[in-house]
């Protein structure tokens, strides 16, 4: 049908004389749909053969009216590149004349944060000499697979690089390569199970190879499921802690007297949280203040935190700064929070550069005990970023004076690299050398490491440099962890002039659950 609308309307077709049963016999089927025709005339019947950056959609791409794409069920795709209806299926760049691949809408009807099954049925082309790829994005992480019925191994199957986890269906291992289908099609069940979904996650099936080569295949019967229980409080006894650096005391959102920052913990329902950054900067193009800010480094009834954490619940607060440094580090909790130990400067008397807190929290009875973090920046600074975690290490957890102690957790903004994601990058051991020192000296856990290893969950654009760690006796006890990706968070570039700032934050937040008793 090429490019077609609703019955009786003009449609578009690839020639101009119109197609015939003799022309269409010739056409490959990928040829640009241009020339009008009436909606009863016989076309190619690719629902995308094309698509640009400026007009991705199926509706855009194909002039498809609003009835028509619901009618057929296209709505629900974002893309549906080289794809034809067949048979009560549909079929994805069989052709061969380059890769065809669909990708679906965000799930916007996800309530918060929820574990998902997505099942389908897939037949690849004969002779296929490629890897299928399904993939996550926007946020979720998939942890398990099977095909009718059997697990697969992940063994490199499952990959995870920022926001896009993978399912690497690789043709010949993972499913099966028909000959022929003079038999009929060899239809394959395949079940993916993706944790910590939200209403910014999206699915796809795009073949792993640019080149024109044989990497069709069949779909049909996809399904989209909720598990029941996934990030559900249960019963009395869980902690949730969320940590975020909000850049500049979440200045995008003062103009609006936090509203939606207030709307936003209030979703999550924390009952922790640890701010980085949290003075209110207003900033211009010029990077200089031109606003007196509503947030400042303490947390005294004139600095706005204490009015601002009670709107989402939270009556206790404490912070940690350098004096003379306008980026503190903000706890706010539901319940009382003691700030033991202000660090603000190393044993050789330089600055700890954001200063390091450590405070005690009593959670109906259980002590846990935060230590927040907030490290030099500059790829130069490597050194340095390892003299200041040596230092809060021995002053905190490794102390004579709080050795003794359980429940520890260490948050913040690192600014560096872990080793355990070297693998994704290419720099010089010194890069990992704040890491290397936590791992050897502290007993703690890197929370998202530890839950998917050998994947980058990325807390920024570019990688990987907020963390939370966990001492064993609470690590053992998570029930749910994500570093959180969703309709609001998602950085977006603000027009201010200065290339590096987003909306709300360049960050992402770092959300646990945590089941104390």
Not at 238 to 252: H, V
Not at 340 to 362: A, K, R, T, V
Not at 363 to 376: E, P, Q
Not at 419 to 431: G, P, T, V
Request: negative net charge.
């Amino acid at each position: 049908m090429g490019r077609r609308s609703d019955g009786g309307a003009d449609g578009f077709i690839p020639f101009e004389d119109g197609v015939t049963a003799t022309t269409g016999a010739e056409c490959s089927g990928y040829e640009n749909a241009f020339h009008p025709c009436k909606s009863t005339s016989a076309g190619a019947g690719y629902v995308q053969s094309s698509f640009s950056d400026s007009s991705p959609s199926v509706a855009e791409e194909t002039f498809m009216s609003a009835s028509y794409v619901h009618s057929r069920g296209f709505d629900k795709y974002f893309q549906l590149l080289r794809v034809q209806e067949f048979d009560g299926c549909i079929s994805v760049g069989i052709n061969g004349y380059s890769r065809g691949w669909v990708k679906m809408y965000p799930f916007s009807e996800l309530p918060g944060l929820t574990d998902i099954t997505v099942r389908f049925k897939i037949c690849l082309q004969p002779g296929c000499t490629d890897v299928i790829n399904f993939q996550v994005g926007g946020s979720g992480v998939i942890t398990r697979a099977s095909v009718d019925g059997r697990e697969v191994e992940d063994s490199g199957a499952f990959t995870h690089i920022k926001t896009v986890s993978q399912f690497r269906m690789g043709s010949g291992n993972i499913l099966d390569v028909p000959v022929s289908l003079d038999n009929g099609m060899k239809w394959q069940q395949v079940e993916v199970t993706v944790k910590n979904a939200s209403e910014v996650t999206s699915i796809a099936w795009i073949p792993e190879t640019y080149e024109v080569q044989t990497n069709g295949f069949w779909l049909d019967d996809i399904t989209v499921g909720k598990i029941p229980g996934s990030w559900d409080r249960g019963a009395s006894g869980s902690l949730r802690i969320l940590y975020w650096n909000i850049q500049n005391g979440m200045w995008g959102d003062q103009g609006n007297n936090y509203e939606n920052f207030v709307n936003w913990v209030r979703k999550y329902s924390p009952d922790i949280c640890v701010w980085c950054e949290g003075r209110s900067n207003y900033m211009t193009g010029s990077s200089t203040s031109n606003k007196t800010p509503y947030l400042s480094n303490d947390v005294s009834a004139s600095s706005g935190w204490a009015e601002l954490a009670s709107r989402y619940g939270h009556n206790y607060l404490g912070a940690a700064w350098r004096s003379g440094d306008n980026f503190p580090q903000v706890v706010t909790s539901r319940h009382p929070v003691t700030r033991e130990l202000l660090l603000g400067n190393l044993s050789g008397g330089d600055p700890i550069w954001h200063g390091s807190g450590m405070f005690s929290i009593d959670c109906d009875g259980t002590a846990v005990n935060i230590v927040t973090v907030h490290l030099r920046p500059g790829d130069e600074y490597d050194n340095y970023r390892l003299y200041e975690i040596s230092e809060i290490l021995s002053s905190t957890l490794g102390s004579d004076t709080y050795s003794g102690r359980g429940n520890w957790v260490m948050v913040g903004d690192f600014n560096s690299t872990s080793h355990f994601d070297r693998a994704y990058y290419d720099l010089d051991e010194s890069a990992y050398s704040v890491h290397q020192q936590i791992a050897s000296y502290s007993g703690l856990t890197d929370l998202m490491h530890g839950l998917y290893p050998d994947r980058l969950i990325s807390s920024t654009s570019s990688g990987r440099i907020d963390y939370m760690f966990l001492s064993d006796d609470l690590y053992s006890r998570v029930t749910d962890a994500c570093t959180l990706v969703d309709s609001w968070v998602t950085p977006v570039l603000a027009s201010t002039g200065i290339s590096n700032f987003r909306l709300p934050s360049d960050h992402r937040p770092i959300l646990v659950q945590i089941k104390l008793k």
